[in-house]
């Protein structure tokens, strides 16, 4: 599970932001919104409000570099534009096999290299008490490296940047190396990146074709998200009651990634008074994007992945919305994770659906951009468990509206600011 990010230089964040999944356990409201293990507690869900243009996208393409970077593959990252400096600083946080590491990297994007790693284990023990443990530090900048073998030491200086170091080298001649490989490989391995607005439907395709528990759930979830539909098959193309030209009959709307497979996605076909119809053409955008999405929840939740959403609630009912998200809060599920952005202000509710620290804002003025969480407004401030939080957010009075005066105050307690502002701080 995703514990923390960090992010500097990256996209629209010139300063380093921190988004973290990390549970304040005081409160004890809604702990089956919590995954607690070995004394380390993170939240199952988390929700990202902000304004068109914030920045909340920039936010999942933080997460999105973060996987292609530690699975090999090319990183999709851009440093800031207002930024001299190449280098995009990135770090992670999180829990693998009830253990607890810490990952930063830096990409020099203008060199194409990674001049700096540091890989660390993080004890906590039962008072909260926490103790790390470099297991690899590479900074070409300070020429500093730590590593528990010595011929790995004196190499370090000499190996190329063009790569994490457990890519460049033979992993499994250094016991630790190799270790580290696997556990960030392994988690890196079960993030999904979801665009609502442009959901590849293979993954569904491919489930359904087969009988399986997994399919049905997914099938079943389909079904209760469209009342009228009677069932979802996968079925032959010449059993259809329609005759279909696939060079013809193409969804009008980009709702869904649409790639050459137009046959295999004519076979999704939903059911309604016994007559089944392909989902592609006849179902609404809502219906096919849930149809998409199914996989990822349900396999999600089975096999405890982290699965991150941009723009939840495009061209779906909030009610549904809701459900989804109480899905992954809920007690049986024990170790997924979902990370969504969304507007649906329905959503914004900690009197029935959330902790405070499970609600986060983007922010942006003429400064800069800002992340920071629901938790971070205090009860002195007029924000309780208790308080209707989507009349505050309505009002402004949390930010993260298209005003950028109405979180001056915070901003400046918090010192976030690159200067101070000019009304008598």
């Known amino acids: 599970m995703l514990i923390e990010l960090r992010a500097k230089n990256c996209f629209s964040f010139s ?148 790569n994490l170091l457990f890519y460049l080298l033979d992993a499994n001649k250094f016991g630790q190396l190799a270790e580290m490989k696997r556990i960030v490989t392994k988690f890196a391995s079960k993030i999904d990146i979801v665009n609502m607005n442009n959901i590849p439907l293979k993954r569904t395709i491919d489930l359904m074709k087969n009988q399986s528990d997994l399919q049905k759930k997914v099938v079943e979830f389909i079904k209760n998200a469209d009342l009228y539909m009677d069932d979802f098959e996968c079925v032959d193309v010449d059993q259809l009651h329609i005759k279909i030209d696939p060079n013809e009959e193409k969804p009008e709307e980009k709702a869904l990634d649409i790639p050459e497979r137009i046959l295999d996605q004519m076979r999704l076909v939903s059911v309604y008074k016994g007559v089944p119809v392909p989902s592609v053409l006849f179902d609404s955008t809502g219906t096919k994007k849930i149809a998409a999405l199914a996989s990822y929840i349900i396999e999600g939740i089975e096999q405890g992945r982290i699965l991150v959403i941009d723009e939840l609630d495009s061209s779906i009912h909030f009610k549904l919305t809701r459900a989804i998200v109480a899905m992954f809060n809920n007690e049986l599920n024990t170790n997924a994770q979902m990370i969504f952005t969304v507007h649906d202000i329905n959503l914004m509710d900690c009197k029935r659906m959330f902790r405070k620290e499970q609600i986060w804002f983007v922010h942006k003025d003429e400064n800069g951009v800002y992340v920071y969480s629901l938790a971070e407004f205090t009860a002195q401030q007029g924000v309780r468990d208790t308080t209707d939080i989507m009349e505050k957010y309505r009002k402004g009075v949390l930010g993260a509206l298209p005003d950028p005066e109405l979180i001056r105050s915070l901003l400046s307690i918090k010192g976030n600011r690159k200067e101070a502002l000019d009304h008598g701080e």
């Open 15 to 162: 300063d380093e932001i921190i988004f973290s999944a990390k549970a304040d356990m005081r409160s004890k409201k809604f702990a089956s919104n919590v995954h607690s293990e070995n004394h380390f507690n993170i939240l199952k869900a988390i929700g990202i409000y902000g304004p068109n243009n914030a920045g909340k996208t920039c936010l999942v393409k933080c997460i999105r570099s973060a996987k292609n970077i530690l699975l090999n593959q090319k990183p999709r990252i851009m440093r800031n534009i207002f930024q001299e400096s190449a280098i995009c600083q990135l770090g992670i946080t999180f829990l693998e096999e009830g253990r607890q590491f810490s990952y930063d990297f830096w990409y020099d994007e203008k060199n194409k290299e990674y001049p700096y790693e540091k890989f660390s284990e993080i004890m906590k023990d039962q008072y909260g008490n926490e103790k790390e443990n470099v297991w690899l530090l590479k900074d070409v900048i300070n020429s500093d490296y730590q590593y528990d073998s010595e011929d790995l030491l004196k190499m370090m200086p000499f190996i190329s940047q063009s």
